[in-house]
T-cell receptor, first 111, second 116 residues
Framework: GQNIDQPTEMTATEGAIVQINCTYQTSGFNGLFWYQQHAGEAPTFLSYNVLDGLEEKGRFSSFLSRSKGYSYLLLKELQMKDSASYLCAVSIHQAGTALIFGKGTTLSVSS | GAGVSQSPSNKVTEKGKDVELRCDPISGHTALYWYRQSLGQGLEFLIYFQGNSAPDKSGLPSDRFSAERTGGSVSTLTIQRTQQEDSAVYLC??????????????FGPGTRLTVT
């Protein structure tokens, strides 16, 4: 079966750094995505990793270790607007790219 | 440009009725996906269309669920004889193409379905 685990909730303060971890066990692997979803809104794309290592994009970075089945999303200089759910998703097919999602991590940023 | 649109935004129906949910993908996107998101659960894949190929229906939870995509664009998800456990937010997404795993999926705002 497919399994993607991430913490349910995290809290942090403005200006801080937070790391959201994701571990996966899937029948295939064709890349790992992170999406952000504000309450009542559609998920929006943050990052994509298919090779091991760190991808940096502004305040957000994402890391992947395929051998460990592990990824993390790093958010720097947290802002109140970063309060949202962060969804880890794995693309498991070489052809046909349905995503398998974790349940999401709800991040609350306080002042 | 316009993003993925879905209609209706909210749908309340009685148990046993049929419902149709509509998705308009981003123009030019050949891949279209349906997911559902239940309270406290992750997004669950339902069905995937790529161009004119036969759809991947492996995620449909029962034969009460079906979907079609006309003219390679608009898609309709139909749920027959709705049950209370069908209550969820149904999200549609599209991507430029679906044969490579690297293309990000753009999500619509979803249809919140409530079965009473």
């Amino acid at each position: 079966g497919q399994n993607i685990d991430q913490p349910t909730e995290m809290t942090a303060t403005e200006g801080a750094i937070v790391q959201i971890n994701c571990t996966y066990q899937t029948s295939g692997f064709n890349g790992l995505f992170w999406y952000q979803q504000h309450a009542g809104e559609a998920p929006t794309f943050l990052s994509y990793n298919v090779l091991d290592g760190l991808e940096e994009k502004g305040r957000f970075s994402s890391f992947l270790s395929r051998s460990k089945g592990y990824s993390y999303l790093l958010l720097k200089e947290l802002q109140m607007k970063d309060s949202a759910s962060y969804l880890c998703a794995v693309s498991i097919h070489q052809a046909g790219t349905a995503l398998i999602f974790g349940k999401g991590t709800t991040l609350s940023v306080s002042s | 440009g316009a993003g993925v649109s879905q209609s209706p935004s909210n749908k309340v129906t009685e148990k046993g009725k049929d419902v149709e949910l509509r998705c308009d993908p981003i123009s030019g996107h050949t891949a279209l996906y349906w997911y559902r998101q239940s309270l406290g659960q992750g997004l669950e894949f339902l069905i995937y269309f790529q161009g004119n190929s036969a759809p991947d229906k492996s995620g449909l939870p029962s034969d009460r669920f079906s979907a079609e995509r006309t003219g390679g664009s608009v898609s309709t998800l139909t749920i027959q004889r709705t049950q209370q456990e069908d209550s969820a937010v149904y999200l549609c997404a599209s991507s430029l193409e679906g044969t490579s795993g690297s293309y990000e999926q753009y999500f619509g705002p979803g249809t919140r379905l409530t079965v009473t």
